[in-house]
């Protein structure tokens, strides 16, 4: 059976112990395994969908804690970019996360891991710090009940606030000016600082990381097939809202397929906003580059049942048609109003607010990383000096 874009475990199937174990009692192939995750997850974006997708593979039922605002190591690396509820909300969209902790504590602690009956937790293979340079997963580590699960290459929430701090040199509406488009040129290629976990590589877009996000599932008989348009560039709340109302519109929602296509808009390109899209759990399939206007051989070939539109302003085509006449012609067009009315724009005006903020962020966060690297070498390199005066 296949749920949410991957295999589900249903009872009997597995406990989600390492492969090569090739028989078991019935009692432990009953038994769900519960993972944990952990996070302030501000601005939601593919690299931690992708962390969530690896965790939910460990195990059979994913449950995501979220920091709130007032954390003090939170508060130590400047002001989120979401506020907690809208964070709250964002990874309860991502389609792998069974349930969310509302409030979890920013240390993770082998009580905590208790209290919600999980087998172990799962972060990625950078490191996380509190306000006093401790890993804040040492105590489950010690105790054998942490898991890792790679980094994904290309993307952090400290880059995207940095390439929103780059906008901010050229009105982030004025795409044409020449010094914005020296800047989103090099939007996500090469290091955006000396710290591999800070610094961001080039992102390589994969036919296999797309297959592991996508639901691969078609469209059955009797489903409502519903197409919407959009840029979905640093997919947020306000996408989320929209998306959710959207799917509510079909009869049948549990089968329903939604199509997105993306835009050239600047800060995320189309295969990073592919990826962020296929993560939500309202959408079953993405069309990526897509013509602006929605026509006929589109609406033909995808066996479209009802095309939605925001409340947000459309912009007619380049010859000035509207783009969506043939879907109003045959009168299986709808303006969805989500009750969102939150942008990209709106994101970045909050990046502008606390510019000097963002920016001391970021810089603290690398200068950290830095040390706990250094510090790692020293550890290396006096190892490697005990072990070959041993051997003498």
Not at 199 to 208: A, E, N, W
């Amino acid at each position: 059976m296949i749920k949410n874009g991957h295999h589900a475990t249903t009872e009997g199937e597995g406990d989600g112990s390492n492969a090569g174990t090739t028989a078991c009692s019935p009692e432990k192939r009953k038994r769900i395994v519960r993972v944990w995750c952990d996070g302030c997850y501000d601005m939601v974006h593919y690299g931690h969908s992708n962390q969530l997708r690896q965790a939910k593979a460990m195990g059979d039922y994913l449950i995501v804690g979220v920091h709130t605002d007032g954390k003090r190591d939170l508060e130590a690396q400047g002001p989120p970019v979401f506020t907690q509820a809208e964070r709250y909300k964002m990874v309860r969209a991502i389609k792998w996360v069974d349930e969310i902790v509302e409030g979890a504590p920013y240390v993770t602690t082998l009580e905590t891991l208790d209290k919600y009956n999980c087998d172990f937790c799962v972060h990625g293979d950078d490191i996380t710090l509190t306000v006093d340079g401790k890993d804040t997963y040492e105590e489950v580590k010690k105790s054998g009940r942490y898991r890792e699960c790679k980094r994904t290459q290309g993307v952090s929430t400290t880059d995207l606030v940095g390439r929103m701090l780059l906008m901010t040199k050229a009105h982030h509406s004025n795409i044409d000016n020449s010094e914005y488009q020296r800047h989103t040129d090099n939007f996500g290629k090469g290091p955006k600082g000396h710290s591999p976990w800070t610094g961001v590589s080039q992102f390589l877009q994969t036919s296999q990381k797309i297959i592991q996000f996508a639901s691969g599932k078609e469209p059955q008989p009797g489903d409502t097939i519903i197409y919407v348009a959009g840029a979905f560039d640093l997919f947020h709340i306000g996408h989320v809202d929209f998306l959710e109302t959207v799917y509510k519109q079909s009869d049948k929602p549990s089968g329903e397929v939604n199509r997105y296509k993306g835009k050239n808009y600047p800060i995320m390109n189309v295969h990073e906003r592919t990826l962020s899209v296929l993560a939500c759990r309202y959408v079953s399939e993405v069309v990526i580059g897509a013509p602006y206007a929605v026509g006929r051989d589109l609406l033909d070939h995808f066996k479209v049942d009802l095309v939605c539109h925001g409340k947000t302003e459309v912009f007619p085509d380049k010859d000035g048609s509207d783009p969506y006449a043939e879907a109003k012609r045959r009168g299986i067009f709808r303006t969805v109003d989500s009750g969102n009315g939150l942008t990209t724009d709106d994101i970045v005006q909050r990046i502008i607010k606390n510019r000097l903020q963002f920016e001391a962020r970021n810089q603290k966060k690398e200068a950290k990383e830095m040390a706990v690297i250094q510090a790692m070498k020293l550890r290396e390199e006096e190892k490697s000096q005990e072990q070959a005066q041993a051997a003498l």
